[in-house]
């Protein structure tokens, strides 16, 4: 990384407190399914069905919570949500079947989505002249911390018994815990006085709307070297099965190496737009890649595989600061929970629908599905340039409309009209 510390106190608590928090993340992530599927004994099924409620919930949550967060002060709001995470998260030793495994997993996903959404106006007013350089800085720490969590999770998985499944969720909660403690470190953000225009501003902005589909839609990506291609090497390739978690490693070193460098030169949504288009050729690339590396020699097939993910995770570095860019440029500053709220709602459907689909494709229709996919990720980075150019001239247009009158502003807000 190019700087072990940020260079203000609040960054480095913002920082401080993501460590830990992707600790425990890390720890879900890598053994929470195997929580309920073999220490509290529920069907795999009901497990994805679960997943998949708590996944659309947690969508429709972000925008508001993002806008409390405008108006009443991001780092309470903030704090608070993941205090629910952290209450939450424990409650799951008490979720021994389906409906209380369901409600605790939905607010779980609900209080993630709205942390998200309620921590981008502490990045956007503690992040400097370059929020976007900062929010990648945090991108690394989250890959050391799930990195981390991880490890610690190998040993829960290798004990495999009740006690130590159970341990893994009370220091998740307690890590949940501990990253909301460490926010009282950081100085209050002023809430953001109302303007007198529609409160919704966010899912009025068309432009901004097609440019989160398009990230959703690119979004997919992540879930190619956590879902896909550990499949498509069981089941596809003669390659070892211990590459699936060489392929894993080498993914999180280059984001952690090289994602703020990255970021430093995607900086306007210009050149976002030209970052998206190169992540899209990258993603193609690497997945004709791996759609070679099936029915050949074992030696051969890994290092294909290792490539692809190399190029894949190029493309990735490209997509998340593109990401950065647009999502915080593009949105007005008074509204910045309520908008990154919103582009928080592609990343979501990515996450819900995201793994189907790589299966249907990739898995089940196999080597074409690969080239479809790959086609899909280069068109929706050739569709970005143009997506960026309305959206600027529509932010554009809003900054050089005059500002409304104070009549005019009253007669928006009085209840009698």
Same mark, same amino acid.
Request: net charge positive.
């Given at each position: 990384?190019? /700087? ?9 608590? @913002?920082?401080?407190?993501? *460590? ?47 806008? =409390?967060?405008? /108006? ?19 409650? *799951?030793?008490?979720?021994?079947? *389906?409906?209380? *495994?369901?409600?605790?997993v939905c607010v779980t996903a609900a209080a993630k989505a709205a942390g998200i959404a309620a921590r981008s106006p502490l990045i956007r007013h503690h992040g400097g002249d370059r929020p976007q350089e900062f929010r990648a800085y945090l991108r690394a720490v989250t890959n050391v911390g799930i990195s981390l969590g991880a490890? =610690? ?32 470190? @950081? ?13 919704? $501003? !966010? =899912? ?9 589909? =398009? ?6 990506? +992540? ?5 896909? $291609?550990? &499949? ?25 190496? +090289?994602?703020?460098?990255?970021? /430093? ?18 993603? &193609? $690339? ?5 759609? &070679?590396? !099936? ?25 998340? !600061?593109?990401? +950065?860019?647009?999502?915080? !440029? ?46 899909? +990720?280069? @068109? ?12 600027? /001239? ?10 409304p009158t104070e009549k005019a502003s009253t007669a928006l807000i009085d209840p009698r009209r």
């Open positions: 990384m190019p /700087r072990l510390m940020p260079n203000t106190g609040p960054q480095r608590v @913002l920082a401080a407190s993501n *460590f830990i928090y992707t600790v425990g993340s890390g720890l879900y992530l890598t053994a929470g399914v195997l929580y309920f599927t073999e220490a509290v004994h529920l069907p795999a099924g009901q497990v994805g069905l679960g997943l998949g409620i708590a996944g659309l919930l947690a969508l429709a949550l972000g925008v508001a919570v993002g806008h =409390l967060a405008d /108006r009443h002060g991001a780092r309470d709001i903030y704090a608070a949500t993941l205090v629910v995470q952290a209450l939450a998260t424990a409650c *799951f030793v008490l979720a021994d079947s *389906f409906w209380p *495994f369901v409600l605790a490890v =610690l999770a190998g040993w829960v998985v290798q004990a495999g018994t009740l006690t130590a499944y159970q341990l893994m969720v009370i220091g998740n909660a307690i890590a949940f815990a501990v990253s909301a403690a460490i926010l009282a470190l @950081l100085p209050p953000v002023a809430p953001v006085p109302t303007t007198g225009g529609p409160r919704w $501003i !966010a =899912l009025r902005d068309r432009p901004y709307l097609v440019l989160t589909a =398009l990230d959703g839609i690119m979004a997919i990506q +992540f879930k190619v070297l956590t879902v896909a $291609i550990p &499949l498509w090497i069981v089941g596809a390739t003669t390659a070892p099965h211990w590459l699936i978690s060489t392929t894993m490693l080498t993914g999180t070193l280059i984001v952690v190496a +090289f994602q703020v460098r990255a970021s /430093r030169n995607v900086d306007s949504p210009a050149a976002g737009a030209h970052a998206y288009r190169r992540a899209g050729m990258a993603f &193609l $690339i690497a997945c004709s890649l791996i759609s &070679l590396s !099936a029915g050949i020699p074992a030696w051969a097939a890994a290092t294909l595989l290792i490539t692809a993910v190399v190029i894949h995770t190029i493309g990735e570095l490209w997509h998340s !600061a593109a990401g +950065f860019e647009v999502s915080f !440029a593009l949105a007005p500053q008074q509204a910045t929970g309520q908008y990154l709220g919103v582009f928080g709602l592609g990343a979501g459907l990515a996450e819900a629908l995201g793994p189907g689909l790589l299966i249907a494709l990739c898995i089940t229709w196999g080597r074409p599905g690969w080239y479809v996919a790959g086609a899909m +990720f280069a @068109l929706t980075g050739l569709a970005a340039p143009p997506a960026v150019r309305w959206a600027q /001239r529509h932010q554009h247009a809003l900054q050089t409309q005059p500002a």
